[in-house]
Nanobody, 121 residues
């Protein structure tokens, strides 16, 4: 059973910073891409940032220059450093990962339970 567990959310004032973490646990062979998604109240979930196993990154336009995604492959963990936070960054942040359970199986897509980020103005 694979689990993705996020941590690091909370309440912060506009202009502040937070660092989210997401650790994968359980029995699996490898992790390919990992990503963070944001779901604002009443809106659809959207991609914030993604990172490949080799470290190539991609960012949504609204967070470029403010957020940084990174990962520690030895710890099966992905991070999201969020700086210069704005009230519109408020919402639930979900971790997502493509995980291969066994060498002979294709990658499956997994989600964490989400962590709440609230940015006050």
């Amino acid at each position: 059973q694979v689990q993705l567990r996020e941590s690091g959310g909370g309440l912060v004032q506009a202009g502040g910073s937070l660092r989210l973490s997401c650790a994968a646990s359980g029995s699996f062979f490898s992790i390919n891409a990992m990503a963070w998604y944001h779901q604002a109240p009443g809106k659809q979930r959207e991609l914030v940032a993604s990172i490949t196993s080799g470290g190539d990154t991609n960012y949504g336009d609204s967070v470029k220059g403010r957020f940084t995604i990174s990962r520690d492959n030895a710890k099966n963990t992905v991070y999201l450093q969020m700086n210069s936070l704005k009230p519109e960054d408020t919402g639930v942040y979900y971790c997502n990962a493509d995980i291969k359970l066994r060498y002979t199986l294709p990658h499956g897509n997994y989600w964490g339970q989400g962590t709440q980020v609230t940015v006050s103005s």
